[in-house]
């Protein structure tokens, strides 16, 4: 059971980017994908019987959405009306809230929450606010900052309220990695500190961080990834948010009502009760396959037998399947790879079934991840200092990379980098 699920940048008016030479039922699943994770997400809001579905990151973009897109949010919200539920949706401004409300006819059940405007709302009978951590130049944290610790309750015994000890308190925010960005933008999570720090002043302050990001997030904040994943560089395929607010203990039998616990009573810190839960429908997954030598039908073989071993459920999610071919750090070979990686797509695509088998090979590549340990002084026998090839300073530029944690550029970048100059030499 949930009080409250939280879903993040649904984002149904961008579509996934297609697949190049992807049959028509991969091409489909993919341009479904937002739509049926929303639709996931709003599943689990009525199965799991939630008073409210948080929608907050990009939603639908008023100036470049259909109406096809515009009807389809229209009938989830009001389908999830019908179940008691309110659609809460997070809105940059004020013009945005308008903006959204012409475009879906102002539906019953939802609201809206904007920098400068929270929400209140009272869920089975605990009120429960609202407030946003966006906005310009992180006003609007500083004014969610503001007003978590003055917010004014009822006085204690004001019928429908309860008493201050109950309120629950709710900062979301998010950051906009891998929108517009590529892989190695570091962008920073611009006001997560800030609401982070907002929602522990307050003993039921709660903080829900949005990122498609990878790595640990802020302390003090659930941080939640997409409902739909776009790449293979995004924190998690896909899932969302489940909060409750009581841990809801059983009522006593066999004893008189005066006798039994207070059916508000939680009996453990109700901020430990968040869970996240599976919505995507497509995933992308990378497999290693050792290949020191052969031809493109060996290597598509090799590359069969591992997806084969994965053992997919056919109805799960899609898999998009990404496969890196070790190498053995022989660059000749990392050429060859290159150069028969059509042919060996085309043989591994053949054995495609969309009926029986959710994975679709859409990349081979040589492993962009291989060390570089063993082209270095290190290991080859140089000594430092003297005249040494271009691949064996270049490795000791990439492995010093690696071992300085505040290098300006990552390791994984950094080794992907030095495998695509040794190759570009190699094959001129």
Not at 126 to 149: C, F, Y
Not at 342 to 358: I, K, M, S
Request: one cysteine or more; hydrophobic letters at 45%.
């Amino acid at each position: 059971m949930a009080d409250i699920v939280f879903a993040f940048d649904p984002a149904i008016d961008r579509p996934i980017p297609r697949l190049e030479a992807a049959p028509p039922a991969v091409v489909e699943t993919l341009a479904r994908a937002p739509h049926a994770a929303l639709e996931s997400a709003a599943a689990i809001a009525r199965q799991s019987e939630a008073a409210a579905l948080v929608l907050f990151g990009r939603v639908l973009d008023p100036q470049r959405a259909s109406p096809a897109q515009a009807a389809h949010l229209r009938m989830l919200v009001t389908g999830l009306a019908a179940h008691g539920c309110h659609t809460v949706l997070f809105a940059a401004d004020e013009a945005a809230r308008a903006d959204t409300i012409r475009l879906l006819g102002g539906p019953p059940g939802l609201e809206f929450v904007t920098p400068l405007s929270p929400l209140r709302l009272d869920i089975r009978g605990i009120p429960v606010e609202m407030l946003s951590a966006q906005g310009p130049h992180e006003s609007a944290t500083a004014a969610a900052a503001a007003a978590l610790p003055s917010v004014a309750l009822p006085p204690t015994g004001t019928a429908g309220h309860l008493p201050a000890p109950h309120e629950r308190r709710i900062v979301v925010g998010w950051d906009t990695a891998h929108w517009t960005g590529e892989r190695w933008d570091d962008e920073p999570a611009r006001g997560s500190h800030l609401a982070s720090h907002a929602a522990t002043r307050s003993p039921h302050g709660f903080v829900v961080w949005g990122s498609r990001r990878r790595g640990p997030g802020v302390a003090g904040t659930h941080q939640l990834p997409a409902l739909q994943a776009r790449s293979a560089h995004e924190a998690a395929a896909g899932g969302c948010g489940a909060l409750t607010l009581l841990d809801h203990p059983p009522v006593d039998e066999g004893l008189p009502s005066t006798a039994r616990r207070d059916a508000l009573e939680s009996r453990t810190d109700w901020r430990n009760a968040w869970r996240e839960l599976p919505t995507h429908h497509v995933a992308w997954r990378t497999i290693n396959v050792a290949s020191a030598t052969g031809g493109d039908e060996d290597l598509a073989t090799a590359i069969w037998s591992a997806i084969e071993a994965l053992a997919l459920d056919p109805q799960g999610p899609l898999e998009i399947i990404r496969c890196h071919v070790e190498c053995g750090t022989s660059v000749q070979r990392r050429v060859r790879i290159a150069e028969i990686s059509a042919e060996t797509l085309a043989r591994v695509r053949q054995l495609y079934d969309a009926r029986t088998f959710r994975a679709w090979c859409h990349e081979v590549l040589a492993d962009p991840g291989e060390s570089l340990v063993a082209l270095g002084h290190t290991r080859s026998g140089a000594k430092p200092g003297s005249t040494t090839s271009f691949s064996t300073a270049l490795a000791d530029i990439v492995n010093r990379a690696e071992q300085e944690p505040l290098h300006a550029i990552p390791a994984e970048l950094a080794r992907e980098a030095g495998w695509a100059a040794l190759e570009l030499i190699e094959s001129t």
